[in-house]
T-cell receptor, first 119, second 114 residues
Framework: NAGVTQTPKFRVLKTGQSMTLLCAQDMNHEYMYWYRQDPGMGLRLIHYSVGEGTTAKGEVPDGYNVSRLKKQNFLLGLESAAPSQTSVYFC??????????????????FGSGTQLSVL | SQQGEEDPQALSIQEGENATMNCSYKTSINNLQWYRQNSGRGLVHLILIRSNEREKHSGRLRVTLDTSKKSSSLLITASRAADTASYFCATTNIFTGGGNKLTFGTGTQLKVEL
């Protein structure tokens, strides 16, 4: 049981290049998330998904796109990387709490992070 | 903007002492969670407290929640060097459509010295 796996762990890009970060979870979680972490800023939500085939914008979505074609995978894409996107990226997943009128998520399981530098 | 703000930003204590971190938030919540992050690693969930709960314990951790003051505290008793990490609070707010996403604070850096 690997939990949440992120690839790659490190990447250096030049301004304008594109790349895709892959997140995979083997816990059959409905919810998946992409966060970025910058010094002094805590974690900020980029995009999230509440199920296969669905995505939604978070707090800082500009410059990123996501896809959830399979329940276990959540991809984060940078079409044209900018230095402002230098950050540590974390993927997370969580269980959906059934039986509630308004769904709430439970605890998040995080991947180990991707250190991205854009020069 | 961050929903949760931790206080203090940094805390240094001796092994065996208790460590207390506080979190304040701005809007109504339905649950509040605490996470730990060791340097260079992902976050690990510590404890979740719901809005109708006032106190919760897990091992050496004690969490309180005061919804009237919109604040929570995390107490780590008998701290160990291995507790050295950053600690984050995170909230879920269903009233702004956020029932399925967490908003994190900026964290408290705890250092436990031998």
């Amino acid at each position: 049981n690997a939990g949440v796996t992120q690839t790659p762990k490190f990447r250096v890009l030049k301004t304008g290049q594109s790349m895709t970060l892959l997140c995979a979870q083997d816990m059959n979680h409905e919810y998946m998330y992409w966060y970025r972490q910058d010094p002094g800023m805590g974690l900020r939500l980029i995009h999230y998904s509440v199920g296969e085939g669905t995505t939604a914008k978070g707090e800082v979505p500009d410059g990123y796109n996501v896809s959830r074609l399979k329940k276990q995978n959540f991809l984060l894409g940078l079409e044209s990387a900018a230095p402002s996107q230098t950050s540590v990226y974390f993927c997370a997943s969580s269980y959906y709490r059934p039986g509630q009128i308004i769904a709430t998520n439970e605890k998040l399981f995080f991947g180990s992070g991707t250190q991205l530098s854009v020069l | 903007s961050q929903q949760g703000e931790e206080d203090p930003q940094a805390l240094s204590i001796q092994e065996g002492e208790n460590a207390t971190m506080n979190c304040s938030y701005k809007t109504s919540i339905n649950n509040l969670q605490w996470y730990r992050q060791n340097s260079g690693r992902g976050l690990v969930h510590l404890i979740l407290i719901r809005s109708n709960e006032r106190e919760k314990h897990s091992g050496r951790l004690r969490v309180t929640l005061d919804t009237s003051k919109k604040s929570s505290s995390l107490l780590i008793t008998a701290s160990r060097a291995a507790d050295t990490a950053s600690y984050f609070c995170a909230t879920t707010n269903i009233f702004t459509g956020g029932g399925n996403k967490l908003t994190f604070g900026t964290g408290t850096q705890l250092k436990v010295e031998l």
